[in-house]
């Protein structure tokens, strides 16, 4: 299949509808409008009339509109009949447009052709799926953000500096006669710590887009019998673990998929924490151990009746994983619920909750919490969507990165600085697509819908 193709599909989703879309695309679809229509239609102008199947014969009565190049999405000529949405009219004509010259597009090659021709970037390109499959309006708000280009211009901005910063490196490397010691230049460390911490508040961002996008994975852990899986049958709302006042009733790891507020949530209740010669019990451990390792947050259940060792659970938790102390059975204890951050700030890795999973109470203060974790706020202003592949690719930026600060100050070789600088800047232009693969652009597309 060429890129040069004429492709046509059905742009509106199955089944019957008050209107369905015929898109067209490609330079022959000037010629295939004369004569479904009779006539070249005028350029961005709706046009009403028959859709004709021949000289004699209406397929159906619509609206046309013809967008010519480069003035259109796809930056081709493109075709768009808007007919009654019932599925036999739209599968005639489809047929009809393609009995005249065009071939069925694949899923996503309207917007792929988009790319190509550089009307989108890539992070637009996929912020149209991820606003089309948005499942809560602070996703959908962030797809728009990442849509109208604001995720795109933060990369744009990074690979910016980090190309003057190149510039200025290998100039130093190219002219040695000019005797600048560049390495002890403190333009140099002044500019590589600032597009360093730059990064950083773009990766935070990104994994904030990220969880709205994908959905937050918590994992429950704790000792046995503090409450675990009554705080998962709450938070699910149905009795999906088993609870007894038998200690390590849980066994195996139990996945559940709930959503507050619309926001995506996948949760995972663990086996008891504790040592044990059973060798159930230690296997369902290790399944524990491991979601840990794949947690965007997690929640410390403890009965509230007995100590917490905060810091020795902070030091054997994974870098990066943020955690929830919540402190369960306050009935028992004659507490009240309630939320506090220690330390008295508001990081998110020293929260605590006071509540009951048994009665409920308390569990809205942890719903409200979970939901700022994931980026639910009622003013989504610079907010932007962001997919696994993003974070992947600015975390390695970051690596190049490090290791360039420390060939920068430890090792003083400008060569191997050079390097890694170059490297950064690749890992970053993959996100936008100004540097990537054929096999990322297919996957990328394959998700698409069919029309767009």
């Known amino acids: 299949m060429s890129d040069k193709d004429t492709i046509a599909a059905i742009a509106t989703s199955p089944g019957q509808g008050g209107i369905g879309i015929v898109r067209v695309s490609g330079n022959k679809a ?22 004709f199947e021949n000289n004699a014969t209406h397929i159906d009565k619509g609206i046309a509109l013809f967008f010519e190049a480069p003035h259109s999405f796809t930056g081709e000529d493109v075709l768009e009949l808007h007919g009654h949405g019932g599925p036999v009219v739209m599968d005639m004509l489809l047929k009809r447009v393609l009995a005249l010259g065009a071939r069925t597009a694949r899923a996503g090659e309207f917007s792929e052709r988009a790319f190509l021709n550089e009307k989108i970037d890539l992070t637009q390109a996929e912020a149209i799926a991820d606003l089309i499959s948005a499942e809560s309006e602070q996703a959908a708000r962030a797809a728009m953000q990442s849509l109208e280009g604001r995720f795109s211009s933060e990369i744009y901005q990074l690979v910016e500096q980090i190309t003057r910063l ?30 360093q911490k730059k990064l950083t508040k773009v990766k935070n961002a990104a994994r904030q887009g990220r969880l709205l996008k994908e959905g937050m994975t918590v994992v429950i852990i704790g000792k046995p019998n503090a409450g675990k899986s009554s705080l998962l049958n709450l938070l699910a709302g149905q009795e999906t673990a088993i609870v007894t006042d038998i200690p390590g009733t849980t066994r195996d790891i139990l996945r559940e998929h709930i959503q507050i507020d619309g926001m995506p949530l996948h949760i995972i209740d663990t086996a008891g924490l504790r040592a044990s010669d059973d060798v159930i019990e230690k296997e369902g451990m290790r399944r524990a151990k491991g979601a840990i390792d794949q947690a965007d947050q997690v929640l410390y259940v403890n009965d509230s009746q007995t100590a917490l060792n905060e810091a020795e659970i902070l030091n054997w938790l994974p870098e990066g994983v943020g955690v929830t102390f919540v402190h369960n059975k306050i009935d ?13 700030s508001n990081d998110k890795n020293k929260t605590h909750i006071y509540l009951t999973a048994r009665t409920g109470e308390g569990i ?10 994931m980026g639910y706020e009622k003013v989504t202003e610079g907010k932007f969507i962001a997919r696994r592949r993003h974070i992947e690719a600015i975390s390695d930026a970051e690596s190049y990165l490090k290791q360039a600060h420390i060939n920068l100050h430890e090792h003083k070789a400008g060569e191997l600085l050079a390097e890694e600088l170059k490297q950064a800047q690749q890992a970053l232009s993959a996100i936008t697509g100004e540097f990537s693969s054929d096999d990322l652009l297919g996957r990328i597309f394959a998700d698409f819908c069919i029309g767009k």
Not at 32 to 50: D, E, F, N, W
Not at 173 to 178: G, I, K, Q, T
Not at 332 to 344: M, S, T, V, W, Y
């Open 166 to 195: 190149r510039i200025h490196v290998e100039a130093a490397l190219d002219f040695p006669e000019e005797e600048i010691d560049f390495l002890a230049d403190n333009v140099i460390a002044d500019s590589l710590d600032e597009i």
């Open 30 to 51: 000037a010629d295939i409008a004369k004569k479904v229509l009779g006539k070249k239609p005028q350029t961005r102008v709706a046009h009403y009339g028959a859709f």
């Open 332 to 344: 028992l204890a004659n507490q009240q619920p309630g939320i506090e951050h220690r330390d008295g």
């Open 364 to 373: 809205e203060l942890l719903r409200q919490h979970l939901k700022q974790c």
